[in-house]
């Protein structure tokens, strides 16, 4: 008999269970994030989609803002830190650029109307940055989210309608000449479906509608039609994204009482019907908006706008995706500014804010980030603060480039 082991076998298989609860605990938290974990597993195109581990180094980033009636085009040049080229690109009258999505194939960028039933269709080039419009094509009206998915002929353009409490699908041609209505869900009254991510391994596309309370799950087929096959309650869900390197979905709140948080979920099927099951949650200020997700560094990062809190919550995670306590949390103060949309670029090096145009008139921030030899966060440094002009929606979209 071993020495120490207990005689009782009803004990024996305590003692066990125990030790082996207690060794799952220790290997879930237990280790660090290293971006070598994820370079053999990470796509290679680079975009603000996924914010995936850089292959090479980042030259510059091209910045597109959404202002009034256009979009804002600068140059962020990774060496110097410096803005060039600040162009603006005329769209209808009236339009408030909602939200952006990229084709990298096709070079298309998709830009959503949030005040009117438009979809831009924008060829963007690489080179240099410019934009040419190519079409403005009927659409749902008022979309704050949109993301492009490619089928074997077309494009599916998913949208949420604030406003509207809808979630639509529309088709659109390669050539960005046509766009047809495949799709509308509506949802109870004030229901303010606020974004969307797609699970291309599951395909899944999970839906926060905020004040609805809960995350609409759809099955979508090779068609691109969608198939609701199951729902999750949690309260005022916002911004929810679904990264494929952490296979987890990523979620942050907009709470007007209490606190907002970012939850990180599980995605969990039974019987071919789907749910998303919390595995961790980060407390945070009031009002929560955009996240974002630096795969180099290993930061899940979310804006919070609460009056005395606005700001960006910089969060460690574990190459399992899961918060590493192992590591420093880290809080980058926006003072009096609602900081409304984040973007990261893909090397890690820099945050991209912009905010409520109507209520400040410094619309874009650039936050230089420096990291210590662990991985934290040492310095978040405010380079650049540039008034973008008039324009109540401000949402943008960074592209990185070797």
């Known amino acids: ?164 409490g809808q979630y639509a699908s529309y088709k659109v041609d390669f050539l960005g000449e046509a766009a047809t209505e495949q799709q509308v869900f509506t949802y109870a009254s004030g229901a303010h479906s606020h974004s969307s991510s797609f699970d291309k391994g599951r395909n899944l596309v999970f839906v926060a509608n905020k004040d609805e309370h809960r995350i609409v799950i759809y099955s979508r087929d090779i068609d691109g039609q969608l198939t609701h096959v199951g729902a999750t309650l949690v309260g005022d869900p916002r911004m929810v994204v679904y990264d494929e390197i952490f296979d987890k979905v990523y979620l942050t709140t907009e709470a007007n009482t209490g606190h907002s948080s970012v939850v990180i979920y599980n995605i969990q099927e039974n019987a071919g019907v789907y749910s998303l099951i919390e595995a961790q949650a980060f407390e945070m200020g009031l009002r929560g908006s955009d996240l974002k997700i630096d795969h180099k560094h290993g930061y899940v990062a979310a804006t919070v706008r609460e009056a005395g809190k606005e700001g960006i919550w910089a969060l460690p995670v574990t190459s399992a995706g899961l918060f590493d306590m192992a590591r420093m949390n880290k809080f980058i103060p926006v003072a009096s500014k609602e900081a409304r949309s984040l973007a990261i670029t893909t090397d890690g090096q820099y945050y991209v804010v912009t905010c409520n145009s109507g209520q400040n008139t410094s619309d874009l921030l650039i936050y230089k980030i420096s990291y210590d030899s662990s991985t934290n966060i040492s310095a978040s440094d405010l380079i650049q603060e540039i008034d973008l002009g008039a324009g109540g929606f401000q949402s943008h979209y960074v592209l990185s480039v070797e």
């Open 1 to 164: 008999m071993l020495l120490g082991l207990p005689k009782n076998k009803t004990l024996v298989f305590s003692v066990l269970l125990a030790l082996g609860i207690l060794l799952g605990a220790f290997q879930n938290c237990a280790p660090g994030f290293s971006s070598a974990d994820l370079q053999s597993t990470a796509p290679d195109i680079l975009d603000n989609s996924g914010n995936n581990p850089p292959t090479g180094i980042i030259k510059k980033s091209y910045i597109y803002v959404g202002g009034s009636s256009s979009i804002k085009a600068l140059i962020l040049d990774h060496k110097t830190d410096q803005i060039t080229n600040v162009i603006s690109y005329p769209l209808s009258s009236g339009q408030s650029p909602g939200w952006f999505d990229y084709d990298k194939i096709s070079r298309t960028l998709f830009v959503a109307d949030a005040s009117g039933p438009n979809l831009n269709v924008l060829h963007l080039t690489e080179a240099s940055g410019n934009l040419t419009l190519q079409k403005t094509l009927p659409f749902i009206s008022q979309a704050v989210h949109i993301q492009a998915l490619r089928n074997n002929s077309d494009f599916s353009i998913l949208a949420a309608s604030y406003n509207q």
